[in-house]
């Protein structure tokens, strides 16, 4: 449950993000252009570089019995030919031959193809396709400069969306805060309309380096659970091992 809540938030705040903040229409335009590079650094990867993101997600549920609120962080590190994505929940690593995708609370791992730059391709324009959509039925109700939580200037946008596209995407508001100084984001928060299970997702941005000096992973990716052949780490004894490689 727990994990399917963690994907369910991680899909509604990529759907979510492109909402935007200064006058109405420079807000809305900083915004698209903070979130296209924040989740298309595809330009410093192919010079090169590497990407490194550290977020904490906190989501807040309407049914008190369920638990109330819930939080979880991740973090991403990538280059033009390697990706790894961890959390408590799950972790993932793709390189150029494969990738492996380990959940540790169903002690299963999985091991696919790696997705090849086409299809993240493919993947990018659907998510382009959805930003345009939201882009049209949303509209800046504010845009202050407040205090950020880390003491540093920034600005406060909110977004909303209007009654039809509201009740589709089951949105009722964005809201950004963004630092002035280096033009990213600090922290996210949707508010979601009634009807939804969870009232609200706040995606705190501990850290964005678009020149990361570190690795995403030394060795291939089969390394991070294997030894050798088919043995795997001793961490990972007891897990099931799914290949989804040779799957119809």
């Known amino acids: 449950m727990k994990t399917s809540r963690y994907k369910y938030i991680l899909i509604l705040f990529c759907s979510a993000f492109p909402f935007g903040g200064f006058s109405q229409d420079m807000c809305l335009e900083e915004v698209k252009e903070i979130y296209n590079r924040l989740n298309n650094p595809q330009r410093s990867l192919e010079e090169g570089g590497k990407y490194y993101l550290n977020c904490r997600v906190r989501s ?65 324009d659907r998510m382009g396709l959805l930003q345009d959509t939201l882009f049209h039925f949303g509209e800046v109700l504010s845009c202050q400069s407040v205090l950020l939580p880390s003491r540093q200037k920034g600005r406060k946008v909110v977004m909303g969306l209007e009654d039809k596209a509201r009740s589709y995407f089951g949105i009722d508001e964005a809201i950004f805060w963004i630092n002035d100084a280096s033009k990213s984001l600090e922290r996210v928060r949707i508010n979601y309309a009634a009807g939804n299970d969870l009232k609200y997702a706040e995606y705190e941005f501990l850290g964005i380096d678009y020149e990361c000096l570190r690795e995403s992973f030394t060795g291939k990716a089969r390394e991070k659970v294997f030894t050798t052949g088919t043995k795997v780490h001793p961490q990972y004894s007891g897990f099931q091992v799914k290949d989804l490689r040779s799957s119809p």
């Open 60 to 124: 807040v549920s309407r049914d008190s019995m369920d638990g109330g609120s819930s939080e979880t962080s991740f973090k991403v590190i990538m280059d033009k030919e390697k990706l790894a994505f961890e959390s408590e929940l799950i972790k993932y690593y793709q390189d150029r031959e494969s990738s492996i995708t380990i959940i540790p609370g169903s002690k299963i791992i999985y091991i696919n193809h790696t997705v090849s730059g086409f299809d993240r391709k493919l993947q990018q």
